[in-house]
Structures are given as structure tokens and as C-alpha cells.
């Protein structure tokens, strides 16, 4: 089994390149944002609470997010491994996620970390908030809080799997080819 995470900020690519990898390597992509904006959209309890949080760039908590994300994980029993784009954020997911992963006869194969310098992630957040139709996309305070916000509570997951040898930095900056190609060539080292 193949189970990546997919790290970085928000605006540093997850989402495009989870995508792509998940086709190749035919694992399941799970996009914690992706679920969290299924349950808004449908005005579920689920998503009214994580609104309150989103709408202003805070994390959704910890007991919220991992059972969500538990649950996911049990839909696919079958899988030939996961790829998680925008999870673990805190150090609670990372050692719930290796809790369940554990549970499963599962372990992270490696961390992928895309690495983007803060003011072109404002850049490319606000050029997707013209078309995304995120509110969190379309203010920049909230753009700033999500980029504080990943300093402050999702890097140190980085260290947390970099003590376990597994986490990789990539250079996010290049086409959505040559970023893909580098993060292929770490999966297959
Ligand atoms: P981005 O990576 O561009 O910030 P996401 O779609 O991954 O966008 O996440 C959108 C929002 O959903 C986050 O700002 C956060 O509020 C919430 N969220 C997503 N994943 C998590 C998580 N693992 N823990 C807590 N909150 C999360």
C-alpha cells in the first residue's frame, strides 16, 4: 500500500497535484477541505459547524476533523492506499491519523511537502477567489490568518514525520508538469 500526505500551505498546489497522483498511483484522494465543503454545501450539522470556523480561516477542531476523516478512511477497505491532501494540520491528526493507519495494519509511506513562498500564496488565493467562489479565497485577511495559521499549528507536522525519516520538501514553484514529475521521482525513490 501507498499512503502519501500531500503537505503545504494553502495555495501550494495539494489539491491539483493530489488529483493527478491519485490517478496514477491509483490510490483515493481524501481532501479534508473537499468533505468540509460537501457538508456546508448541504447545510448539514456537520457543516454549519465547520463554517463557523472556515469562514474565518481557523482550523475546524481536532474532534471534529479526525472522526470526519476516520470515517472516509473506512469507505475504502479495498483501497490500494490513500492520499491525503490537508491532513493531518495539527499534531493531534498526525498521531490520530497513525492511531487508525495502525489499526489497519497501515503506516504513512511519506510525507510530500510543497514548499511556496508566502506572498506568491496570496497571489495565486485571490486569482482563484475570482472563480472559486470560496469566501476564504477572496479576503485577504482570512488569505493572511490561514497562512499564520499554517505556521503557527501545520508545520510542525512537517518535524513530526521528518522524525520518522519520512518527510520530503518539493518546489511547488514551476507548471503543474515539472511539479508533478518531482513529486512522482520522490514517490519512486
Ligand atoms: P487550503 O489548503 O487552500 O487552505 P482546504 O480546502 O484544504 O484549503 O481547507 C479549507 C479550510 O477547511 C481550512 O482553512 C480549514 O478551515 C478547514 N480544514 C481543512 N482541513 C482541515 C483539517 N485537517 N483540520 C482542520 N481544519 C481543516
Redesign the pocket.
Known amino acids: 500500500m501507498i499512503n502519501i500526505i500531500l503537505f503545504g500551505p ?2 501550494s498546489g ?1 489539491g491539483t497535484q493530489a488529483t493527478k497522483l491519485a490517478e496514477k498511483y491509483e490510490l483515493i484522494h481524501i ?4 468533505l ?1 465543503r460537501y457538508e456546508m454545501g448541504n447545510d448539514t450539522p456537520l457543516g454549519l459547524k465547520a463554517k463557523e ?2 469562514s474565518k ?4 477542531p481536532d474532534s471534529i ?1 479526525i472522526g470526519m476523516l476516520e470515517n472516509k478512511l473506512n469507505k475504502h477497505p479495498d483501497s490500494k492506499g490513500f492520499i491525503l491532501d ?4 495539527t499534531i493531534a ?1 498526525s498521531e490520530a491519523l497513525d492511531e487508525i493507519y495502525a489499526k489497519k495494519n497501515m503506516a504513512v509511506k511519506c510525507l510530500l511537502a510543497l514548499n511556496v513562498e508566502d506572498e506568491e500564496l496570496v497571489k495565486r488565493l485571490l486569482e482563484r477567489g475570482k472563480t472559486s467562489g470560496r469566501a ?1 479565497d477572496s479576503d485577504v485577511n482570512i488569505i493572511r490568518n ?1 497562512i499564520k495559521v499554517y505556521g503557527d499549528e501545520t508545520a510542525p507536522v512537517y518535524n513530526y514525520y521528518d522524525k520518522q525519516n519520512l518527510s520530503k520538501t518539493i518546489n511547488g514553484v514551476g507548471t503543474i508538469e515539472e511539479i508533478f514529475d518531482r513529486l512522482c521521482t520522490q514517490i519512486e525513490a
Open positions: 494553502p495555495g495539494k481532501s479534508t477541505g473537499d468540509f470556523y472556515i480561516g481557523d482550523l475546524v476533523t490537508g491532513f493531518p494540520r491528526q476564504d490561514r
